[in-house]
Structures are given as structure tokens and as C-alpha cells.
């Protein structure tokens, strides 16, 4: 079991950053991937960025490659989602999930453990 709390969330003005904590708690493994994805009203989850809990193996989505950053810290059970130029079109819910994934997946239904989710606004 793996218990995920999401926190950084909040209203930030288009061309803004925010930087997403998630804290981990429960066994990870080596393959354990964890990832970032987020929800608009009226829109499916959408994939954001993932990283391999061991280091290294990072991947991201289109819409955010070279504006956000997936980073952890082992040390404090704690994956962070910087996120710089901000755009109205990142306003969603952003929810932190965890799974035994090896290899970069976007696929949500393969991460087996997920936080409530922080909401993050962008204003123009």
C-alpha cells in the first residue's frame, strides 16, 4: 500500500510558477513509477510527467515538456512538479498516483495508488 497527499496548490497568474509537493508514505520499490496527472472540468485525466522512485527515467506530455519538472527527494518520501510559464490551459485539478511501472507509462489505469488532488487556477 502506498498513501499519496498532494499540497502546493493555488491561483497563479498566466506566465506564473507553482511547485506541487506530493509526500509518499507505505513500501515503494525500485520500480515504482510515480506520476503526475490532472483533470479540467468536462475534460478526461490527462498525463503531465512521470519519474522512476529510484532515480532517473523521467517523462513528460507534450503540453508541458520544457515548463515543468518532475523531481524527488527519497530522502523525505516527496515528489515535486515544478511548474514554470504557467497558461490558463494548465488550470486543472493535479493528482499525484504511484505504480509498479518500470518503464514511462501515461496510462492512468496503470498507476494503482492516487492522492485526493490539489486544484491549481491560472488566471489570465
Known amino acids: 500500500q502506498v498513501q499519496l497527499v498532494e499540497s502546493g496548490g493555488g491561483l497563479v497568474q498566466a506566465g506564473g510558477s507553482l511547485r506541487l509537493s506530493c509526500a509518499a508514505s507505505g513500501r515503494t520499490f525500485s520500480d515504482t513509477r510515480m506520476g503526475w496527472f490532472r483533470q479540467a472540468p468536462g475534460k478526461e485525466r490527462e498525463f503531465v510527467a512521470s519519474i522512476l522512485w529510484s532515480g532517473g527515467s523521467t517523462d513528460y506530455s507534450n503540453s508541458v515538456k520544457g515548463r515543468f519538472t518532475i523531481s524527488r527527494d527519497n530522502t523525505k518520501n516527496l515528489v515535486y512538479l515544478q511548474m514554470n510559464s504557467l497558461k490558463p490551459e494548465d488550470t486543472a485539478v493535479y493528482y499525484c498516483?504511484?505504480?509498479?511501472?518500470?518503464?514511462?507509462?501515461?496510462?492512468?489505469?496503470?498507476?494503482?495508488?492516487w492522492g485526493q488532488g490539489t486544484q491549481v487556477t491560472v488566471s489570465s
Open positions: 498516483a504511484a505504480g509498479r511501472q518500470y518503464w514511462p507509462t501515461a496510462t492512468a489505469a496503470e498507476y494503482d495508488y
